[in-house]
Each structure stands twice: as structure tokens, then as C-alpha cells.
């Protein structure tokens, strides 16, 4: 299994920002995903996941109706779609298959006025 994330970068608060996974060794359809986010000094805390092969989504309170998670199961990719981005959004971000106990390596996402 192997996830490698992309997408991550410096923006100013208020903007958007759409991080992508890539997906290899297995059936990426047939498996839930998600993304995680951890903010240094913090706890790696669950951002947003979905179900498989589609559909169902959760989001952690603090990302409500500012992020979507996607799937595009064709091309075996994950996305995180953040909008109105926060300050407090500042963190390396990671897609997961948690089926498989896998992650991939991350993706800073900085947020700075």
C-alpha cells in the first residue's frame, strides 16, 4: 500500500486550497479513506472521511461546510477540497486507508496573513 499526498502549500486566510492522494497496492475503491491533520505540538486528529466506493462522508466539527473529501475511484485519487481557510488549519496533512494502517508521508498546508 501506498499513498503519496500533493497539493499542500502556503495561502492566506480566507483562501482555498485542494490537496490530492495517490493511491497504489491496492483496490482503492473497495476501501474507506480518509485525511488527518497534525498541527505541531498537537495530536494527529481525523480532518474528514469517506466511504467506499463513494457517498457517505464525516467531517470533524472544526472543517464542517469549509471542506469536502472526494474519491475518484477510476484514478485511484483522494481529494480534500478546503475552503475559507483558518489560521488554525496550519498542519501537515495525511491521507490514510485506515483498513490497511497506512500512511502516506504528508503534505504542509500553511496558512499565514
Known amino acids: 500500500v501506498q499513498l503519496v499526498e500533493s497539493g499542500g502549500g502556503l495561502v492566506q486566510p480566507g483562501e482555498s486550497l485542494t490537496l490530492s492522494c495517490e493511491a497504489s497496492?491496492?483496490?482503492?475503491?473497495?476501501?474507506?479513506m480518509s485525511w488527518y491533520r497534525q498541527a505541531p505540538g498537537n495530536e494527529r486528529e481525523l480532518v474528514a472521511a469517506?466511504?467506499?466506493?463513494?457517498?457517505?462522508?464525516d467531517y470533524a466539527d472544526s472543517v464542517k461546510g469549509r471542506f469536502t473529501i472526494s474519491r475518484d475511484n477510476a484514478n485511484n485519487r483522494l481529494y480534500l477540497h478546503m475552503n475559507s481557510l483558518k489560521l488554525e488549519d496550519t498542519a501537515v496533512y495525511y491521507c490514510?486507508?485506515?483498513?490497511?494502517?497506512?500512511w502516506g508521508q504528508g503534505t504542509q498546508v500553511t496558512v499565514s496573513s
Open positions: 490514510t486507508a485506515p483498513r490497511f494502517g497506512s
Open positions: 497496492g491496492f483496490i482503492f475503491r473497495n476501501y474507506a
Open positions: 469517506i466511504g467506499s466506493p463513494g457517498g457517505l462522508t
